[in-house]
């Protein structure tokens, strides 16, 4: 199994994504598939992030697998503490929210701010 991982890093999202394919592909060539899916989906995907559009057709059309969560058989909480290792319940149904998070970093006196 190879390893490859996407980021996104613009002003306004922070997310990694990790792929794994069982024939390697030279890191340029990634590259070069990565901006051709990008530039495709770029001004439609319906998923939360730009990464998670690129993978999502990286899987489908080029024989990558997306890790997400929905995949994980195990997770464990590891801590110096004993008390605060523990290993995740995968099952649990997550909190359902009608909302996601944004974070803004305002400067104070910016006369565009309302």
């Known amino acids: ?12 999202v922070f ?11 030279d890191p340029e060539e990634f590259f ?6 990008r530039r495709h989906v770029l001004e439609s995907f319906h ?6 559009a690129i993978a999502d057709e990286l899987e489908r059309d080029y024989g990558f697998i997306a890790i997400t969560d ?7 909480n590891v801590s110096r503490d004993d008390d605060e290792n523990f290993l995740a ?9 009608d909302y996601i998070e944004i974070l803004a970093d305002l400067q104070a006196g910016d006369p565009k701010l309302n």
Do not use: C, I, K, W
């Not at 199994?1 to 306004?12: Q, V």
């Not at 997310?15 to 592909?25: G, V, Y």
């Not at 929905?70 to 464990?76: N, P």
């Not at 319940?89 to 929210?97: A, C, N, T």
């Open 32 to 37: 070069e598939l990565v901006q051709s899916v």
């Open 70 to 76: 929905e995949r994980l058989t195990a997770a464990v």
């Open 89 to 97: 319940d995968l099952d649990r149904p997550e909190d359902s929210v």
């Open 1 to 12: 199994m190879h390893f490859y991982e996407l980021h996104e890093g613009d002003d306004d």
């Open 47 to 52: 998923q939360d992030t730009l990464v998670e």
């Open 15 to 25: 997310a990694d994504l990790l792929l794994t394919r069982e024939d390697e592909m």
